[in-house]
């Protein structure tokens, strides 16, 4: 059984920095491409940034800059560091692994940016 735990979130004033991590289980995670999705209030999860098993990295073009996907194999860890946060960075961030007919979502983590 696939399990995906994301933590990190919290409240962050506008340009601060966040790192998100998302652990997994019930995967050989090495094998596996990995992404972080978020969706804001009223508005559709989009994608975020994905990592492939070799590390290649991409990006929403929106984000390209101010955040860094990075994964750590050995402790079945993948990381969303998050810069120059801005309130429209406002979302539940979501860990994602797709594996066939299959899609696997964590349970969110939230991320609020305010003064």
């Known amino acids: 059984q696939v399990q995906l735990v994301e933590s990190g979130g919290g409240l962050v004033h506008p340009g601060g920095s966040l790192r998100l991590s998302c652990v997994a289980s019930?995967?050989?995670?090495?094998?596996?491409?990995i992404a972080w999705y978020r969706q804001a209030p009223g508005k559709e999860r989009e994608l975020v940034a994905v990592?492939?098993?070799?590390?290649?990295?991409n990006y929403a073009d929106s984000l390209k800059g101010r955040f860094t996907i990075s994964r750590d194999n050995a402790k079945n860890t993948v990381y969303l560091q998050m810069n120059s946060l801005q309130p429209e960075d406002t979302a539940v961030y979501y860990c994602?692994?797709?594996?066939?007919?299959?899609?696997?979502w964590g349970q969110g983590t939230q991320v609020t940016v305010s003064s």
């Open positions: 990592i492939t098993p070799g590390g290649r990295a």
């Open positions: 019930g995967m050989i995670f090495s094998f596996n491409t």
């Open positions: 994602n692994h797709n594996r066939g007919a299959y899609t696997y």
